[in-house]
């Protein structure tokens, strides 16, 4: 009975889409699931997938495949989508001012559509009487947040679906402070969304819309510059070999070019990726989180020596490492470690240059290594714990605007920032600052592995590990409900032999006991995550993705680290706690 009420709601969502002002491709398609439905699984199951929801804002906005439906991401959803962006900019800004419209800054990646996507955005914004400022190609989403601030816009807007396999894309929204909209703003943009009638007609005008010329590019770059902090570099530039890939996407435009404004002379770029293509044709996933993404740049290192290895996703909001490891080879970074040495190279320098004298703060998730904890501690700056997602570290940022200076955050899924003139994850800063750290340790007989370890010994060894389970469709998103249901219900008392001390349940915004005696409240704002702390300071993890139909499992450990063992020997060992904890938890 309940799927027969489902099946009857999503029918009559579908049947507008058979009619104008749909195109005739997507009309026919729709019609086809709704003939179909009655006698074949794969139609119904298509047409309940495409209609059962509307896309909603996660961690990264909204995220989906692309094809007909109110749950996909096509022309109709991103036209609502700005509609609603524009209703709510009325009720939120008033009307335009005398000096004139509102402005509102756009951006794309490379995928399937970005522009036509872009283009539709910025033509609804126009005949809603706010002024677009669009670039005409590709640019990173760090630039789109910068260019917002820069521009003195009332939003932004990037068409991306970060780093999303190929079937994906999205529409992230920025506020007037660069970060991606929060909570109540972005329920209040959802629902103005929603508030639309089905069969809408929206608007849309070609006049109006300002492009954004290659002033904008320059003067992104030249903001990047002032982030250096090496002198020698200033002084003298590097020949330090560095081996790049932008894996199809914005960083294949704007990192190569950035690294030469730093200083670099000695950057090969693998030339297959180099090229901007939605169909990512070279690699399964465009994601650097993936060591198979970063296979071409590890064998073009190899030729060329290269004394570091990046590789940035589609959007160039996030970056992936891979360092010599002192045995022929190359070892990838997971998220964390590149996090750690960056935070401390910033924090070192910002020191040393007197920069931490006034009260200053680094940022992480809950997710995210405990090592940047002790980093700050030892550079006696302030932490501020967010949720998962970058737009929690921005909204950290602007609620301490006046009180303590940002110096630098990060999250274990390979983004950060340095400085708080962009307000989002900025994989271009990153590769500039991480290839600086290279160069500066190359002059002094030092690799980033050295660093790494130096780091461990002077605080603690830590490992993290991450399990994404994909669960598709509406199925598998009951499955995820019922698995976080289970975790909430009846949370482990032990993981991989280490007693739980904590579960901390940032739904209820609770820390409790395993038997439930609530210990404290937690200062986070609500969000659907379950994480257990054990008496040997092991923190596991376990949330549905924002962006993507997985539920996400970490783990962290750790443990004193005086040098009298290997480095590698004490990894592998904390490597083996992580994966306990993973066979514990029943994802692997």
Sequence with gaps: MKDDMLLNEVIAKARSWTKPPHDNETRNLVQKWLDGCATDPESREALVDAFYTDLSFGTGGLRGKMGPGTNRINPTTIARATQGLANHLRKVHGPNPASGPWRVAIACDSRHLSQTFAQITAEVLAANGLEPWMYAELRPTPQLSWTVRELGAVAGVVVTASHNPSIYNGYKVYASDGGQVVAPEDAQLVSEVRALPPDADVPRSPEGIHLLDASWDEGYRKLLTSFRLSEDLVQHGSDLPIAFTGLHGTGALAVPAALRAFGFRNVHEVASQAVPDGAFPTVESPNPEEGAALAQAVDLAQECNAALVMGTDPDADRVGLAVPDGKGSYRLLNGNETGALLVDHVLSRWQEAGKLDQPSFVAKTVVTTSLLEDLASHYGVEVRETLTGFKFIAEAIRKEEGKLQYVAGGEESYGYLVGDAVRDKDAVQSCCLLAELAHELERNGHTMLDRLAAIHKRHKAYKEGLVSLVKEGREGKAQIDAMMKGFRTSPPHA???????????????????????????????????????????????VRPSGTEPKIKCYASVSEPWDGSESHDDVMARLQERVNAHFRALGVT
């Design 495 to 541: 993981l991989a032999g280490e007693k739980v001390v904590e579960v901390l349940d940032f739904q209820m915004q609770q820390a409790l006991t395993p038997e439930g005696l609530v210990l404290r409240s937690l200062p986070q704002a609500v969000s659907n995550v379950m994480q257990f702390v054990t008496e040997a300071g092991s923190r596991v993890t």
